[in-house]
C-alpha cells in the first residue's frame, strides 16, 4: 500500500484573499515504511508573503526565481498519482491546492488523481475526543522528537505527520528504507478532500484553530501536515 503524506505553506489562510500555496512537500510510506521517495517545492506565489513571512520563513525575495504551480504541477500529480493522501485537517490543503490548479486554468481536481484521502485530525479526533489534536499537540502527545521547528516546513510537518499517523494506527515507523524507493523529488506536495472519495469531512474545532494560530505565532508557525 502507498500513501503520501502531505502538507503545504501558504502566504495565508484565505483563498478568498487571495492567498497562494508557497510550498509544497510530501513523503512516502509504502506498507507503513518510511522510503526515500519524497517532494518538496517551493513556489513564485507571485504575490507578497506579507507577515506570514514570521511563520515560514521564506522572504519575497528568496520566492521570487522559484517556479510557479503551474510550471510544476504535473510532477506534483505524479508524485501523488494512485496514492492514498494523508493530510491533517485534509479540506484547508486540498483547498488551496485546487485553487491553484483552477488559476492555472486546469480543469482538475487533486481528488481525481488518488485513490484516497485520510483526514488525519479525523482519526486524531476519534481517538481522543474533547482533546486539542493539532499536529503540534499531537506530537508531544505521542513523544516524537528529534525535529529542528526552528521555523515551520511543509516538509519537516510531513515527516512529522508520518511518525503521528504511525503512532496513532498502531506501530512506530519502520527506520529501514524500502528497497524499493524511486528517485527523491525536489518539490512538494499537498491534500484533496471529496465527498466522490468518501471522504469524512471534520472541520478543526474553534479550540483546534486557536491552539494551531498560537503554536504557529509562538513558534513562527505550524498549520498541520486549516
Known amino acids: 500500500m502507498r500513501q503520501v503524506v502531505l502538507d503545504t505553506e501558504t502566504t495565508g489562510l484565505d483563498i478568498a484573499n487571495d492567498h497562494r500555496i508557497i510550498e509544497i512537500a510530501g513523503v512516502e510510506l509504502v506498507n507503513r515504511k518510511l522510503t526515500k521517495n519524497s517532494y518538496q517545492v517551493y513556489l513564485n506565489p507571485e504575490r507578497t508573503v506579507g507577515p506570514s513571512f514570521k511563520i515560514h520563513g521564506l522572504s519575497d525575495d528568496f520566492l521570487s526565481d522559484k517556479p510557479s504551480f503551474k510550471e510544476i504541477y504535473g510532477e506534483f500529480l505524479d508524485f501523488i498519482k494512485d496514492s492514498e493522501l494523508l493530510i491533517h485537517n485534509a479540506e484547508f490543503d486540498v483547498g488551496f491546492l485546487n485553487h491553484e490548479l483552477k488559476l492555472a486554468d486546469l480543469d482538475i481536481k487533486i481528488e481525481d488523481h488518488v485513490n484516497k484521502i485520510t483526514d488525519t485530525l479525523s482519526i486524531a479526533r476519534e481517538k481522543h475526543p474533547g482533546q486539542r489534536n493539532s499536529l503540534e499537540v499531537l506530537t508531544d502527545r505521542y513523544q516524537i522528537t528529534g525535529y529542528d521547528r526552528s521555523y515551520h516546513g511543509a516538509l519537516i510537518d510531513s515527516e512529522i505527520l508520518a ?64
Open 163 to 226: 511518525d503521528v499517523y504511525l503512532a496513532m494506527t498502531g506501530g512506530q515507523r519502520d527506520l529501514g528504507f524500502d528497497e524499493n524507493s524511486s528517485k527523491e523529488f525536489q518539490s512538494r506536495f499537498s491534500n484533496d478532500v471529496s465527498n466522490d472519495l468518501n471522504l469524512v469531512k471534520i472541520k478543526a474545532s474553534e479550540d483546534d484553530l486557536n491552539q494551531h494560530q498560537n503554536y504557529l505565532n509562538s513558534l513562527k508557525i505550524d498549520h498541520g501536515n486549516n
